[in-house]
């Protein structure tokens, strides 16, 4: 997921910065706009927490070039490439029945399991 809020955090220095130029004193360090700029930004947190909580991750470029496009693009790919599948045959001859099955590293530092239990009818 690619978000593009950088604009919206310039948005909101420069509104501080305005605030407190404006108040020397600096007694005034909050204001509407302000408010609405930080729920702005609470929203598009909350959306890119969908990344994550869906197995992917969410990127927030200064720009959207083609240059950042091929970078985002490639997380993935290389992701991919080190991922590895778990596969399961049951007894032949058995009867379908419910089969408890987790994943585990044996290093957690090797890296992490996304899932990690699943219950297989076969």
């Known amino acids: 997921m690619v978000l593009g ?11 501080q910065q305005t605030l407190l130029d404006s108040n020397p004193r600096g ?9 609405r700029i930080h729920g ?3 929203e598009i947190l909350t ?3 969908l990344a994550e909580l869906t197995g992917g991750r969410s990127y927030g470029p ?7 496009m091929r970078q985002v693009l490639g997380g993935p790919v290389g992701v991919l490439r080190t991922e590895y599948t778990v596969g399961f045959v049951p ?3 058995a009867a379908p029945r419910k089969h408890q099955l987790e ?4 290093d957690k530092e090797m890296g992490r399991v996304i899932g990690g239990s699943r219950t297989l009818v076969h």
């Open 91 to 93: 007894e032949t001859s």
């Open 62 to 68: 200064p720009q959207i070039t083609l240059t950042v």
């Open 5 to 15: 809020h950088v604009a919206l955090t310039e948005r909101f220095r420069a509104e």
């Open 47 to 49: 959306f890119a927490s």
């Open 103 to 106: 994943v585990r590293w044996r």
């Open 40 to 42: 702005q930004e609470r």
């Open 27 to 35: 007694t005034e360090t909050w204001s509407p706009s302000l408010d």
